[in-house]
């Protein structure tokens, strides 16, 4: 006889991936009370607290808490340089003159008119590398990268509304906060695929990420997505600002580098990575890849610290530009190891080690565009460490 309550069983399950499952009624049964009713803006779970980790001029993304390639705008990585501005959208305007034949200003209503496109694609800031000691997680080593779907006009119809010059084969994107970003882009990316976008993950963009409109850049480094759009201008030779010039440069051996348009291919196993804890048996490894010049068409994991390689599988639809999400399933037998991942994308281009980088641009190389292959330790009592590397 039960008694009036739903006796506790305990039942075994066969599967590796769980144990037991424990069946009866929680002392906190939620279907004995009434529930929060709607409201005005929906929130998480109190007991789900994704958060970025922010310093003075920018935030990251916790990578490693994510469940598909699309990051919630409110996670999306930060980089600034003077703060975020508070522009009103009815006083928005974006000047667009140099080499065309109708210098013209657009009002956000103006730029709603175009015909709209959506694209999904990732920004990642051109600095994105950190290591240095165990205790990082994917969020430490790179998480200034994040995807969105984006809706906006193509530049390529702004173009043609003010006739551009076919002879002119720069232009300038000017921002609106308080350090005037301003950068030098090819015109044949603005011709390609770059986008004025004013909408995020289906609502307007928020502040942080440019509001009312921002540059809209697939596959080029961060900082020259400028955010709070409100000047281009078309010319036939770069600016060389400072953002060209004394930043966003790095040596190469006996050389400097500048205009370093593209984010090399790259990627990072989020699960299992620290300070995660995992047990002997099965475990789906599981993390994403990306590529500024196209799409991911491999992603390989090794378990054995590099020694063989296995082929991930990737989520589908792999898209241009984007975030890949790709999954290997591997049986840990309980020892010390270490599992690392490398991206291969549809120009041949294959993940480097560090050791390769340092090899091609000499050991006094900066922070920008580094995209080594990244290693995870699997410690016998189930924990995992990042495997820090040191390229000075």
């Not at 289906?202 to 697939?218: D, H, S």
């Amino acid at each position: 006889m039960l008694g009036g309550t739903l006796a506790a069983a305990i039942l075994p399950v066969t599967s590796s991936f769980a144990k037991y499952i424990q069946v009866g009624v929680p002392a906190d049964d939620p279907t004995k009370r009434i529930g929060l009713g709607p409201s005005k803006l929906g929130t998480r779970s109190p007991f789900e607290s994704p958060l970025r980790k922010p310093s003075d001029i920018s935030s990251r993304s916790p990578l490693q808490d994510f469940y598909s390639t699309i990051t919630p705008a409110d996670l999306h990585f930060e980089r600034h340089h003077a703060g975020i501005p508070n522009i009103d959208p009815k006083q928005y305007e974006l000047l667009i003159h140099g080499m065309v034949e109708r210098p013209m200003k657009f009002s956000l209503a103006d730029l709603k008119r175009f015909p709209s496109v959506t694209k999904t694609c990732f920004i990642e800031c051109a600095g994105n590398f950190r290591t240095g000691k165990e205790e990082m997680t994917p969020q430490d080593i790179l998480g200034l990268t994040s995807q969105s779907e984006w809706t906006g006009v193509m530049l390529s119809t702004i173009f043609r509304e003010v006739g551009a010059d076919s002879k002119a084969t720069w232009f300038l994107a000017e921002g609106g906060d308080a350090s005037v970003m301003t950068r030098s882009i090819p015109a044949h990316k603005g011709w390609e695929d770059a986008m004025i976008v004013y909408a995020q993950n289906g609502e307007a963009i928020r502040p942080a990420q440019g509001y009312p409109a921002r540059l809209l850049l697939p596959g080029y480094e961060g900082n020259m997505n400028v955010k709070w759009l409100r000047r281009l201008e078309l010319s036939d030779q770069p600016w060389m600002t400072r953002e060209e010039t004394s930043k966003y440069t790095y040596p190469v051996k006996d050389k400097i580098r500048m205009f370093s348009f593209e984010m090399d291919a790259r990627s990072i196993i989020t699960f299992p990575s620290f300070p995660q804890k995992v047990e002997r048996g099965w475990i789906e490894i599981r993390g994403i890849a990306w590529t500024g010049r196209g799409k991911i068409v491999k992603v390989e994991v090794s378990t054995d610290a590099g020694k063989t390689w296995n082929e991930a599988r990737l989520q589908e639809p792999v898209l241009d530009k984007a975030h890949t999400y790709f999954r290997h399933l591997w049986q840990w037998n309980g020892d010390d190891t270490e599992i690392l991942s490398r991206a291969i994308d549809e120009t041949g281009y294959i993940q480097p080690t560090l050791r390769q980088l340092v090899d091609a641009r000499g050991t006094d190389m900066g922070g920008y565009h580094m995209n080594p292959i990244t290693s995870w330790q699997i410690k016998r009592n189930g924990s995992v460490l990042f495997k820090p590397e040191n390229f000075k």
